[in-house]
């Protein structure tokens, strides 16, 4: 499959009168057509800020982003707007935020469509057949206020259907659902990528979501640190493996955890095996003559 998604060295500071703050340093990140992938990691690491950009609701401070034919970090007015409209949608965790409270279910996913010309009868049709898709056929002529949690954000998923992006972005959708409502958002985020091949990219805390996407990128720190890729045989799991990134400039972000274990600070031994690199923790009668050349800044 191709590259869909490139981000390289991505950059985000956002300024408040004096203060600067920088929400992604230096983020890199491959994305493949129809990949399915999750976005872990703690809160503030700038998950919702690659969100925001990818979305086309925010730009970078640098670097480069590019989604399909799009350099988004060069984007006029105008064509962030039609980005925006046809390319991606977005499902935030929010689910006030993310239908109108006085349209039905169906109008709701119509809406983005009447707004793009697309004809009422393909609209309706479309409509329709999208929320059939999310399990929700019985439920077209409801309004928001009549639906659950998880059946609104499921509406959102079909919302942000709608134009027929390439890209679907949802952060946090299950965020303020049950662990059951959350698993049938996950299962129809599945099957909506494997029926019309959009790439999904979802935010998450729930560890359930692993079962679901080809691929958990932890972040840290405004960067990728970790990645997880599923290993399938048909429809079983094979394996799952953790894996650091490596990023252009050699650097490696180690576990905190081994990190600790370890006792690690400041410099680490670094030394080339026949098949792996040892990273060993810098010890008091070493100092001098071994950790003298080779080091890296973890
Ligand atoms: P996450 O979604 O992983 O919790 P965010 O991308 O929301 O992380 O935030 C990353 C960092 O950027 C945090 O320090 C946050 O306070 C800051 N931040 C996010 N949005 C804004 C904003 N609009 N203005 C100023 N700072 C922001
Ligand atoms: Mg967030």
């Not at 056929?137 to 639906?147: S, W």
């Not at 405004?222 to 394996?239: H, W």
Request: proline share 3%; hydrophobic share 40%.
């Amino acid at each position: 499959m191709s590259t869909f998604i490139e981000c390289e060295n991505l950059v985000k500071i956002y300024k408040i009168a004096d203060l600067e703050v920088v929400a992604l340093q230096g983020l890199d990140l491959i994305v493949k057509e129809s990949e399915m992938m999750a976005l872990v990691g703690p809160s503030g690491s700038g998950k919702s800020s690659l969100m925001n950009i990818l979305g086309g609701l925010d730009t970078p401070t640098a670097g480069r982003v590019r989604v399909g034919h799009y350099n988004l970090l060069e984007l006029s007015r105008r064509d962030q707007t039609v980005y925006r409209r046809t390319e991606v949608g977005f499902v935030w965790q929010q689910t006030a935020r993310n239908l109108l409270p006085y349209l039905t279910a169906l109008e709701n996913v119509e809406l983005p469509m009447a707004l793009n010309g697309v004809r009422r009868r393909e609209r309706r049709e479309y409509a329709m057949e999208l929320l059939e898709g999310v399990g929700l056929a019985d439920r077209v002529d409801h309004r928001p206020d009549r639906l659950s949690g998880g059946e609104q954000q499921r509406v959102a998923i079909a919302v942000g259907m709608a134009n027929r992006p390439r890209l679907l972005l949802a952060d946090e959708p299950t965020g303020e659902v049950d662990s059951e409502a959350a698993e049938t958002i996950f299962k129809v985020l599945h099957d909506l990528r494997d029926s019309y091949g959009v790439t999904v990219i979802i935010v998450t805390h729930d560890v359930m979501v692993a079962r679901e996407v080809d691929r958990v990128v932890g972040m840290r720190d405004g960067r990728t640190s970790t990645e997880i890729l599923r290993r399938r045989d048909g429809e079983r799991i094979i394996s799952d493996e953790e894996f650091a990134i490596l990023d252009r400039a050699g650097r490696l972000q180690l576990p905190e955890a081994y990190i600790e274990e370890l006792g690690m600070e400041d410099r680490v031994l670094v030394r080339l095996r026949p098949d792996h690199i040892g990273v060993y923790p810098e010890k008091e009668d070493e100092e001098e003559d071994e950790a003298s050349d080779e080091k890296v800044e973890a």
